[in-house]
């Protein structure tokens, strides 16, 4: 599987951009990615966001070193992706306590998903808002302005919540998957010197296949849409995508 990360800072953002965006392999064939977006209204809601980040690296990583000792006994993704989210909320508590965090400060969206490229099954899961695009079929999440937070969950008892959520999809057998922030519906022009404004971003970004070849094919997306497009999101993006 061939993995693409994009962070960039919206132009209505200043200081800090509040979105985060991590991949890592949690064996030699499962692979983890994740996108976080914290709340704009929130106080300093970049370090929410990257703090989930960060606890998703760690904890994946752990896992992945257990994994050589003692593979589980089941193989699911869901299974993985469950033992994850349980870590990560039991770890954010912890740290929000430690910490003396206010709910305004622990307000991120998070995108999560496991994909298995030797059994071919795969999972996302979506707290709040966000797009998910699997071979060109987008999902769209919206909570229109009133989106959910992780920090909302963290005093809720953790298998109660997750069988309350919807917001799952399973699939088999992709070839294109991509998370994204809704910053990537805020593409506007920046100047009047675009030469294709009709342009789509969402549909360039998350399922055209040019410059896959390339590393660097979402740099190289990014010069196209913004040097020749004059196009820039106004709110933060992040995007991860895999292909196989």
Same mark, same amino acid.
């Given at each position: 599987?061939?993995?693409?990360?994009?962070?960039?800072?919206?132009?209505?953002?200043?200081?800090?951009?509040?979105?985060?965006? $991590?991949?890592?392999?949690?064996? +030699?064939?499962? $692979?983890?990615?994740?996108?976080?977006?914290?709340?704009?209204?929130?106080?300093? /809601?970049?370090? %929410?966001?990257?703090?989930?980040?960060?606890?998703?690296?760690?904890?994946?990583?752990?896992? /992945?070193?257990?994994?050589?000792?003692? !593979?589980?006994?089941?193989?699911?993704?869901?299974?993985?992706?469950?033992?994850?989210?349980?870590?990560?909320?039991?770890?954010?508590?912890? $740290?929000?306590?430690? #910490?003396?965090?206010?709910?305004?400060?622990?307000?991120? +969206?998070?995108?999560?998903?496991?994909?298995?490229?030797?059994?071919?099954?795969?999972?996302? #899961?979506?707290?709040?808002?966000? #797009?998910?695009?699997?071979?060109?079929?987008? +999902?769209?999440?919206?909570?229109?302005?009133?989106?959910?937070?992780?920090?909302?969950?963290?005093?809720?008892?953790?298998?109660?919540?997750?069988?309350?959520?919807?917001?799952?999809?399973? &699939?088999?057998? &992709? /070839?294109?998957?991509?998370?994204?922030?809704?910053?990537?519906?805020?593409?506007? !022009?920046?100047?009047?010197?675009? /030469?294709? !404004?009709?342009?789509? !971003?969402?549909?360039?970004? #998350?399922?055209?296949?040019?410059?896959?070849?390339?590393?660097?094919? &979402? +740099?190289?997306?990014? %010069?196209?849409?913004?040097?020749?497009?004059?196009?820039?999101?106004?709110?933060?993006?992040?995007?991860?995508?895999?292909?196989?």
């Amino acid at each position: 599987m061939n993995t693409y990360q994009l962070l960039r800072i919206g132009e209505h953002h200043v200081n800090h951009c509040e979105d985060y965006v $991590l991949t890592a392999p949690l064996s +030699t064939h499962r $692979l983890v990615g994740a996108v976080m977006d914290g709340c704009t209204m929130g106080t300093d /809601s970049y370090f %929410a966001a990257t703090l989930v980040g960060k606890l998703l690296r760690k904890i994946v990583l752990e896992r /992945s070193y257990q994994a050589l000792y003692a !593979p589980l006994v089941s193989g699911s993704v869901e299974v993985d992706l469950r033992e994850i989210l349980r870590q990560l909320l039991a770890e954010f508590r912890a $740290l929000t306590n430690q #910490l003396v965090l206010r709910d305004d400060e622990l307000l991120t +969206t998070l995108l999560l998903m496991v994909l298995d490229e030797q059994q071919e099954e795969d999972i996302v #899961l979506t707290v709040g808002d966000g #797009l998910v695009c699997i071979d060109g079929q987008l +999902t769209e999440y919206d909570h229109q302005n009133r989106p959910d937070y992780l920090g909302y969950h963290l005093g809720t008892d953790f298998n109660t919540w997750y069988r309350q959520q919807t917001q799952v999809i399973s &699939f088999r057998h &992709f /070839s294109d998957v991509s998370l994204s922030t809704d910053g990537i519906f805020t593409f506007a !022009p920046y100047t009047k010197a675009a /030469s294709n !404004p009709q342009v789509d !971003p969402v549909a360039y970004l #998350l399922s055209n296949r040019d410059d896959m070849h390339l590393p660097s094919m &979402f +740099t190289k997306k990014w %010069a196209y849409l913004e040097q020749q497009c004059g196009l820039r999101p106004t709110d933060d993006l992040g995007i991860v995508r895999v292909v196989r």
